[in-house]
């Protein structure tokens, strides 16, 4: 089907090169023409932070787009030496690069298995090459399918369940103990980065008030003025962590800012209800021994990761379910491209041979008039189809055996030569 | 149709609701929705037949057998109404178990109580009789009352171990969180307190009247329902005067419904049933 797949990916290719030939949208559309206008191919370009891959497509071998210009493209694009990109890439030829389309987009091949963001990262890049025009009937064909099947793969394997990141599961958690949230107060404490990302995703829950105190105040009024908050003073944390029911703390305290017996004294009985503590500094900000699963539900940075690596070990399980739909869903992709590009040979092959037929027999038939009967017409008519059926049966059969095997390339070529087929 | 009905019995709606118990089990396991429908399936035919029976047989509902029933007819729906909207809630594993119990219950005390005439009007409506079925309702709501309170703090105690153990919060047993089960608890048992309060006054009243025997006051039935009313008391002076965690609440919960079932299992002192 002369698709090939040349690029690097996190498995090929350490960080330090992929962000060397990383594409921006800007770049990614200048190589993306380039390479339709130079090769003459169907080009799709996908581009992330652990993957980078031209997809390419051609009618015929001529001049093929191989593994070295694949190179020399990137290298030109990126001003990088050849020869070193040349030593992370990696190819896939034909219904391998169909098998390696579809297992990058049902996320078998990243780096976290069932992530949800590659889909719509080649779902992106799909739709920018054919807005560009730079797609057609076999990029199209197989990235639509690529989709399709990884659609199948998450709802019909367990692949996607769970959550992998850390500020996730984190809100998991708080969705464990609380039903709605516009009545809750979040207390943010400290400004670490991790923490920042998991208030984006506190804030996605829509709290009442969110609280936020730092060592600097300064630090704290920059965190509160970037979600809407209110920056509480370093020495007030006691007071604010009564009135709070969620507790948000990334500090980089080298030792716990909140041992039990202050805890104890100072907050526990100043407060009902549930709180959860989302202690994800390092060292710990809360000393462990405070939670109880009923008044107070700390979860610290293991107890998130651990839920993390529980998640990616299930996934891990699906995989088996999830290659055995890839591979179904290549051979019928690879069946039903065959069966596109020599279907319409096929047609053409019968009528240019029907004509024929059609030809000869009337240029007979005049010549036989009055010494035949009705039956006698019939029964030459009929062998001529059945002489037409045997002659091309062999052929047409050869077709669809290499069709099968995803070989009916050369067999196409020399058909539409032998026959002289539009 | 009409004909089969009268031929309904304890075990139909039993097996009913073990089947779609069966079912909900497996779900856990296997999350199909065919199991989920089929689980539905046969609770709503075990809660059909629970429906006709009480229709029919009309068991008295101050006899052991017939409370039992009555409350577990109530907590059937309060089961399918939730299977209904929590899809992907672990809800029939928690109420399914009670109802059976309480079925069950109800089934090994049947043989030992007078099960009721079927009067064109219960007779309980005529004449002076009217209080005591204002009492017996009284108390029966108050009962469903704890029961869904008890549901809600089985649930909540299960939630907060896995809380405890830090369990993953994704896995197969999906529950409703914390709050909401405190929730569901605080208004059954406010619901339940006044309603308790009223039938037992009503039934003091009616005791002092018209079987004012010293021997009735001491019947397992009426101590069982003034030492539900206390608990009752310690439960809204702990949850409203007094700083209690949501664990110890849970658990004086299942006191108060350990004591129901003990009250709703005795022998009226005289409205019949076992003595």
């Keep these: 089907m002369n698709l090939r797949t040349i690029g690097c990916n996190f498995r090929t290719a350490p960080v330090e090169v992929r962000e060397k030939l990383a594409f921006n949208p800007a770049k990614q559309q200048w190589a993306v023409s380039e390479v339709a206008a130079r090769y003459g191919a169907e080009v799709v370009l996908i581009s992330t932070c652990n993957r980078v891959e031209l997809y390419v497509a051609r009618a015929s071998d001529a001049r093929g787009f191989d593994l070295d210009l694949g190179a020399e493209f990137l290298a030109e694009c990126h001003g990088l030496n050849p020869a070193i990109v040349g030593e992370h890439l990696c190819e896939h030829v034909d219904s391998a690069a169909v098998r390696h389309l579809f297992r990058v987009t049902a996320s078998l091949d990243s780096l976290i298995v069932g992530e949800g963001q590659i889909a719509g990262q080649v779902k992106q890049a799909f739709e920018f090459s054919r807005k560009l025009g730079t797609t057609g009937p076999l990029l199209n064909a197989a990235f639509q399918h690529a989709l399709a099947a990884a659609k199948r793969v998450r709802t019909e394997t367990g692949i996607a369940h769970g959550h992998i990141s850390v500020s996730s599961v984190a809100v998991d958690y708080v969705r464990q103990v609380f039903d709605h949230f516009a009545d809750k107060t979040v207390l943010v404490i400290g400004a670490g980065k991790m923490g920042r990302l998991t208030l984006k995703h506190l804030e996605e829950l829509h709290p009442g008030r969110i609280l936020v105190t730092n060592r600097s105040p300064e630090k704290a009024v920059e965190v509160a003025a970037g979600c809407g908050g209110k920056p509480v003073p370093w020495d007030m944390l006691d007071d604010a962590l009564a009135e709070s029911d969620i507790v948000l703390s990334t500090t980089g305290a080298g030792e716990p800012i909140m041992p039990r017996a202050r805890f104890e004294a100072k907050v526990l009985p100043r407060r009902s209800g549930t709180m959860v503590i989302l202690d994800i500094a390092v060292p710990r900000d809360f000393d462990p021994m405070i939670h109880d699963g009923d008044r107070v539900c700390l979860f610290n940075i293991d107890d998130l990761t651990r839920i993390r690596e529980q998640t990616i070990v299930k996934r891990q399980r699906h995989i088996i379910s999830a290659e055995a739909i890839i591979d179904a869903e290549v051979r019928r992709f690879a069946d039903d491209w065959n069966r596109r590009r020599s279907g319409p040979v096929i047609g053409q092959l019968n009528a240019e041979v029907d004509k024929l037929r059609g030809e000869v027999l009337g240029q007979l038939m005049p010549k036989l008039n009055g010494k035949l009967s009705d039956t006698e017409r019939k029964a030459i008519e009929y062998h001529f189809r059945l002489f037409q059926s045997k002659l091309l049966h062999g052929p047409i059969a050869a077709l669809q055996e290499a069709s099968r095997e995803g070989q009916s390339g050369t067999l196409l070529e020399a058909l539409k030569k032998l026959f002289r087929l539009e | ?275």
């Design chain 2, 1 to 275: 149709m009409a004909e089969y009905l009268p031929q309904i019995t304890q075990a139909c709606f039993g097996l009913s609701y073990l089947i779609a118990f069966s079912l909900e089990v497996l779900r856990i396991r296997w999350p199909r929705s065919g199991l989920r429908y089929g689980g539905l399936l046969f609770g709503a035919a075990g809660l059909f037949t629970h429906t006709f029976y009480l229709l029919t047989r009309q068991p008295d509902l101050a006899s052991p057998s017939g409370s039992l029933f009555a409350v577990s007819w109530v907590l059937a729906i309060f089961y399918l109404y939730g299977s209904w909207h929590h899809v992907r809630r672990a809800w029939a594993v928690f109420v399914l178990p009670v109802v059976l119990g309480l079925v069950w219950l109800g089934f090994m005390l049947s043989s030992q109580t007078v099960v009721g005439d079927t009067p064109s009007v219960p007779d309980w409506l005529i004449g002076n009789r009217f209080w005591g079925g204002v009492h017996g309702i009284l108390l029966l709501l108050a009962a469903v009352g704890v029961s869904v309170g008890f549901l809600a703090s089985i649930m909540y105690l299960f939630q907060a171990a896995r809380l405890k153990k830090k369990a993953n919060p994704r896995g197969r047993l999906n529950m409703l969180s914390l709050e909401r089960l405190e929730a569901m608890n605080r208004r059954a048992l406010n619901l339940a307190f006044p309603l308790l309060t009223l039938g037992l006054l009503l039934g003091a009243v009616l005791l002092k009247q018209y079987h004012g025997l010293a021997e009735n006051w001491f019947s397992v039935k009426i101590l069982g329902t003034v030492g539900l009313w206390l608990v009752f008391l310690v439960l809204l002076y702990a949850r409203y005067a007094v700083n209690v965690p949501g664990r110890r609440l849970a658990r004086l919960t299942l006191v108060a419904f350990g004591l129901l079932v003990v009250v709703l299992a005795a022998a009226h002192p005289f409205a019949g049933g076992m003595k």
